[in-house]
């Protein structure tokens, strides 16, 4: 189908300053559509934990939110240095955050199983060249 | 009823301090006078409070309406205790109010003593959708519902206490006096804000409110003043600590004693919290008081002493009550009045889920869009609307036009 509109927000490293803002614009932005509230905090939800992903453990990188007439991508892209055992960070409570950013509140390692969870269809790939991970959500 | 208070045109200047300071861009400015939109105003009283002219009058109930009833209640919201000089004691307070004409008072704490145990319950028991969020200032239950709505399921469905205050003292009333029927007795609740006024006239989440009159306390209180001198002598009860405690920001939690449990107050505070929640944010925490007024209740707009003031004035009375207060006996009757039902409301039954036409609302976002860019982005209220973005957003409704903006007319000059 069709792809109506489409985002695209980047991210800056350890931008913690500006953490949050682009998953808060997303969700503005799907308020004002008037998605439902389920699809609303399902999305929310992915595209936070993949903002933090990309600020906390990343080079950088971008998010790109497409919105179709029968569903919704986001693609959340870095630089690298990639992500050596995807099948161990995929597991719930696996981080390799450090401590200085759990002091922050980070590092439950729920982000990438909480976006697998969240999402209908789920693709993760990475390698030192970058992370790829595509989450699809179907509307109804 | 939508709203309780309204607009006195001829006072009205169109500074737009109220359009600014609204929570959720209802007002606007017309023809030099403010407008509110009835569907998206939540009376959280912020307008009246900033109103340099007084132009905007709350509705309020009289004294004079005691004579409609042959028996009168008045429950005063815990917040009346920290409105007078510190150490009034609170059996003079109800007695200053027997003074003017009641027959009875009814503690609202001792009912929020009993709430506080219905949420702690509720809250105990019902672990899924975190943090459940309080449901007793009525302003942030229709801010949730008009900004927040994907978060209405999280707010706790349990009856606010001058409700429960309410139905508990009818009961007394009729204990006291058995000839009396409903319509012989009116309760009178002594409100310390527009949205309590509201839940009464516009109740969320029922059919009807047991009280039946509301008297802003700022209407009622010089008359309490001036009988506060004059009385001394019978007293009716001593306020449960528990309840009492909601009267200020951080009562709820203190009262419920939960660990993981945020108090906030204040509506710019509230908006940020909300937001976080919305992020999936939060989930940690098991119960959140959100509160509109800066410092809690003590801080609505109808109360009369300072919010840090009467914050203190609470606090001694916390501190100082004596330990032979008197015990309130319905305490001991929770559980049947949770078997009656005293504590159900049904908030969550308005969730409506419409789905969207997508291609539609992405059009007329990008017309805004496209409104938008073409505006100057300093905000400057001006043209009658808080935000350049609400400003396109009218334009492209078609409620105002580009000439509005007085910026860019100043610029083709
Ligand atoms: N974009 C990324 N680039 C490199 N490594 C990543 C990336 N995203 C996740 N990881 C690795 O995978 C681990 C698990 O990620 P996940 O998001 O599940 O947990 P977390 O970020 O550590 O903690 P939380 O998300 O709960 O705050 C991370 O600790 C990190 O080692
Ligand atoms: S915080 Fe209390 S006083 Fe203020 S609007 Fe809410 S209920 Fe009313
Ligand atoms: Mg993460």
Redesign the pocket.
Known sequence: MKKIKCYNYKIDKNDFVNAGKVSSEIKKNLKKIGFTNRIIRRIAVISY?GE???I???EG?EIDFEIYEDKIILKIN?KG???DDVNL?MTEG????PSEIRELG????????NINNCSDNFNIT?SKNG?KIESTICLE | MKRTFYLEKEKCMGCTNCMRKCPTEAIRIVKGKAVIDDDKCINCGECIRVCPYNAYTSITDKIIDLKDYKFNIAIPSTTVYGQFTLGTEICKIHNALIGLGFDYVYDESWAAELVTKAIKEKVISDKILRPKISSNCPAMVRLIKIKYPGLLENIIEIEAPMEIAARLAIKKAKKIDKTLKDEDIGVFYISPCPAKTLSVKEPIGKDKSYINKVISLKEIYGDMVRELKMHSDRCFSNPSLTGLKWSISGGQTDACDFENSIAVSGLENVIDILEEIEMGKLEHIKYLEILSCNGGCVGGTYNFENPFVANSNIKHILKNIKEERLINDDIEKYKEFKKEGYFDIAIHEDIEEKKPNIKEAVEKMERIEKIYKKLPKLDCGSCGAPTCRALAEDIEEGKKTIDNCVILKLEEK
């Open positions: 934990e933090m992903n990309i906390i453990h990343s990188g870095d240095p990639g992500i960070a696996y981080s390799t955050a980070f590092g439950a390692g729920m982000g990438l199983p990475s992370t």
